[in-house]
């Protein structure tokens, strides 16, 4: 047999010492001699058989920190999301991390007097994502956290960078980020999140790091990070949705049509030293997710934003789809897609139901 040709799947060549299996043509139908059903039948053939499973493992929970004096103020637009003040959110931390969650992504509500055109407060050591940093590191020092960098949060016209005559400045912004991204490292993350998406912030950030002594920080880079409507909620969340307006982030997020550019923006990420890959939103980019995954193997993330939270929050409010279901569906589609882990809204819920059983 040649290297080229190919045995059916039903058809196996002779063992040494065995007569020859007759060749004879692919059946033109295989039931009902084949019933793919028979590995359906109980639950613990589906267990064995999974190709896939969610584990508590796969899960980053995405939270909000206000410095308001409320412990926990309820998101309108996110049913049972909480913005949560700095000591409700370490309590919260220790619940994550007892469920055996790795890590948080963490998001400040910033006070309107404290934004600027410049986004200033985003370096300061003492602002309130710093503060949550440290709070959360000396109370629960096991669990991993993720902060963004990117200036939306701090910014009076929320924009992820520097808004110049209605152009947002790349490399002006860029230095921005790096100031940024040292505050939160001497802070104490663990990971730097680039979710601004300015050519060249990876490799910029890197050498920012490393230069300070904090070759340790991880970066994971929101390297495919699309111009999205699914952003609503989480704009309602931090505040930024009003500073925006009716402007839009399509000069520097990606175009929901474009695929082959997510490889480019990835590859280009990877290059300048990127330690994880995140592709944002979720749902409506699984391909993306799939491409990136198998061209560059690196731990690649995927973001259930906060549209496809509220959406499926809401259908299950309504008694339209089942809630816990879904949700587990969902995350399961992230991990057949090629999601290493998954950011969502769940997480806790999730993490409950599998320590549970």
């Known amino acids: 047999m040649t290297k080229t040709q190919r045995v059916h799947p039903l058809q196996r060549p002779a063992a040494r010492g065995e007569p020859a299996v007759a060749a004879a043509a692919p059946p033109t139908g295989q039931y009902p001699r084949i019933r793919l059903r028979r590995n359906r039948a109980d639950a613990w053939t589906r267990r064995l058989v999974a190709e896939r499973r969610l584990s508590v493992d796969d899960l980053i929970w995405p939270v909000f920190v206000h410095d308001e004096a409320a412990a926990r103020e309820p998101i309108g637009s996110m049913p049972g999301i909480f913005r949560h ?17 790795p890590a948080l992504a963490l998001f400040p509500v910033v006070p309107a007097a404290l934004k ?3 986004g200033d407060e985003a370096c300061r050591a003492d602002n309130l994502c710093n503060r949550a940093i440290r709070a959360i590191k000396q ?5 991993g956290i993720i902060c963004d960098v990117a200036l939306d949060p701090y910014t009076s016209h929320g924009h992820d960078g520097l808004l110049r005559d209605g152009r947002i400045l790349n490399d002006e912004t860029i230095e921005v980020l790096c100031r940024q991204a040292l505050a939160e490292a001497e802070a104490g993350v663990d990971v730097i999140a680039p979710s601004d998406m300015m050519d060249g912030r990876i490799g910029r950030i890197r050498d920012a790091l490393d230069t300070a002594g904090y070759q340790h920080v991880r970066i994971l880079s929101y390297a495919a990070k699309y111009a999205s409507y699914f952003y609503g909620p989480f704009r ?14 399509r000069t520097y997020q990606m175009d929901p049509a474009n695929g082959e550019e997510a490889l480019r923006e990835c590859a280009l990420d990877v290059a300048e030293g990127a330690d994880m890959l995140m592709i944002k939103p979720g749902m409506p980019y699984l391909d993306v997710l799939w491409r990136v995954k198998e061209a560059f193997g690196l731990p690649t993330f995927a973001y259930q934003v906060s549209g496809e939270y509220a959406m499926l929050k809401a259908a299950a409010e309504r008694g339209w789809l089942d809630g816990e279901r879904i949700v587990e569906e969902t995350l399961l589609g992230f991990k057949r897609a090629g999601a290493d882990a998954i950011l969502t809204y769940s997480a806790l819920d999730v993490a409950r139901r599998l320590k549970a059983g």
């Open 139 to 143: 109370a629960v020092p096991g669990i």
């Open 116 to 118: 600027s055109p410049a």
């Open 85 to 101: 003040s700095i000591p409700a959110l370490v309590e919260a931390a220790g619940e994550a991390a007892a469920l055996g969650i």
């Open 236 to 249: 309602d969340a931090i505040g930024s949705g009003s500073s925006l307006g009716q402007g839009d982030k």
